[in-house]
């Protein structure tokens, strides 16, 4: 399969710190497709979740750090897939734009902010890797500053600052984002990979010889 | 909360307005209200905001309550936190379970300003149809072509998501072992059908690529068939909303009640 795009015609090239001059309308449309679908799983989830928070109450409020980490697997998803510097930051932001503007988030435009905090942050280990190397150690350090780093911003908004309870919510959050936001996306990816629909993508060119 | 499918947006003053211009408004209030932390100045906000939205975007008063429902159950679980977990003059104790000044002042203003943003994105939502704002985003705040279709592209599949997980639910419960007489349900059998939907929509969004390129999108220089302009209404609907939030402000600096992020302690 050949696209007539002149940004993918690379053979001997394999680092994707190269600047190439544009975005494949290819890659721009998977991380689009990532933000719709995890922007629709969530809002299953919220939906789900929503009824259980006003039943839990203050418990809801430490709960939510439980589940964090799955708000940042569009990130690593796309730095895998992808290959390109921003990848994270973009499908972070274009996933956000996706629950507000078409899934009507309450939360407003402060969650594009958050969003691109947690793509910086989930972005960070592969690109000092400099987009080479996917190993879980690189995940799993994605996961913990995804988390970590939208975390000081989250607690500003949300006035965590002198509460009893910040450093528990702070490892709490850390320990979601390894796991959920980090070690389960390399999961998702492998699987991905395995099923081919990503071989047309930056993935499948470097796997193979 | 909108439906997947959204109702198409009645016309009212509101919905008449460009639609970057609310987000702009919308973004530049959340960021301002962000560093308040007193609970007088958002809860006045959050009055007139409610009202503003009430009598320019002509929605049903049941449609605002129940749009109502997910923040405020957010907001009050905000001021019990914060109202427990804060120290500071004792009010209330028992047991273990202390209510604090600090905690209620802070879990106010937190509250209040959860409300206010709240009752503005309900505002833009019901008012602003999504295309309208790509479309304007793409021809005011000079959004790239290619990225504006990419997301459009994407919104329509959103529509379609309903369909395709009923489908996918539907194949699932067809494989199963019809001796349990019920579809498969739990967490393992969830994740299989998200992973699934995720495959599914990374080859469709492949063939939309190719589709979208095929038919010359990204090709410079572009035309326009209808112009999305902003208007003087929209200069005028930017200063005065501006002018009430800066007016609020300054009145609540000059009684002395407005307090900055200090008011955390951290």
């Not at chain 2, 309550?65 to 905000?78: C, E, I, K, M, T």
């Amino acid at each position: 399969m050949t696209t007539t795009d002149r940004t993918t015609d690379r053979t001997t090239d394999r680092t994707a710190t190269t600047t190439r001059p544009r975005w494949a309308m290819k890659d721009l449309v998977l991380m689009v497709v990532l933000g719709v679908v995890f922007g629709f799983a969530y809002w299953a989830l919220v939906q789900a979740w929503n009824g259980l928070a006003i039943l839990m109450g203050p418990a809801g409020d430490i709960a939510q750090h439980v589940l964090f980490g799955g708000w940042l697997l569009v990130a690593p998803l796309a730095i895998a897939i992808v290959r390109r510097p921003f990848a994270g930051v973009i499908a972070e932001v274009i996933a956000s734009v996706v629950e507000v503007v078409f899934l009507g988030s309450p939360v407003g435009p402060l969650l594009f902010v958050a969003a691109a905090i947690q793509g910086a942050g989930s972005e960070i280990p592969f690109a000092l890797t400099r987009y080479r190397r996917f190993g879980w150690g690189v995940f799993a350090l994605s996961g913990l500053l995804g988390a970590g780093l939208v975390f000081f911003w989250s607690a500003f908004r949300f006035g965590w600052y002198g509460q009893d309870i910040f450093v528990l919510r702070l490892v709490i959050q850390c320990l979601s984002g390894i796991v959920l936001g980090g070690l389960l996306g390399k999961v998702i990816v492998n699987a991905l990979a395995r099923t081919g629909v990503v071989d047309n993508f930056a993935i499948g060119r470097a796997d193979r010889p | 909360m909108r439906a997947l499918t959204a109702a198409p947006v009645a016309d009212s003053p509101l919905a008449r307005r460009n639609p970057t211009v609310k987000l702009a408004l919308l973004t530049a209030i959340s960021l301002v209200v962000v560093l308040v932390l007193d609970p007088v100045t958002p809860a006045v906000l959050y009055l007139l905001a409610l009202t503003a939205v009430a009598a320019s975007a002509r929605v049903p008063a049941r449609t605002l309550l129940v749009a109502h429902v997910p923040f405020v159950a957010f907001a009050l679980g905000v001021l019990v936190v914060n109202a427990l977990a804060r120290p500071g003059t004792v009010l209330w104790q028992a047991g273990l379970l202390r209510v604090t000044e600090e905690g209620l002042a802070v879990g106010g203003a937190l509250a209040a300003r959860t409300l206010l943003i709240g009752v503005l994105a309900i505002g833009f939502l019901l008012t602003t149809d999504g295309v309208a704002l790509m479309t304007s985003l793409h021809q005011n705040a000079r959004l790239g072509a290619r990225v504006t279709y990419a997301i459009l592209a994407g919104y329509r599949m959103l529509q379609e998501m309903p369909r395709e997980w009923a489908t996918i639910r539907h194949a699932r419960t067809v494989r199963a072992d019809p001796r349990h007489g019920r579809p498969p349900r739990g967490p393992r059998h969830l994740a299989g059908a998200v992973f699934t939907l995720l495959v599914v929509s990374v080859r469709k969004g492949e063939r939309m690529a190719q589709a979208l390129e095929s038919r010359g999108l990204g090709l410079e220089p572009r035309t326009t068939w209808r112009p999305v302009r902003v208007t003087r209404g929209d200069w005028a609907l930017a200063a005065g909303v501006l002018a009430v939030v800066a007016c609020v402000l300054a009145a609540g600096a000059a009684l002395g009640i407005l307090e900055g992020p200090s008011a955390l302690g951290g």
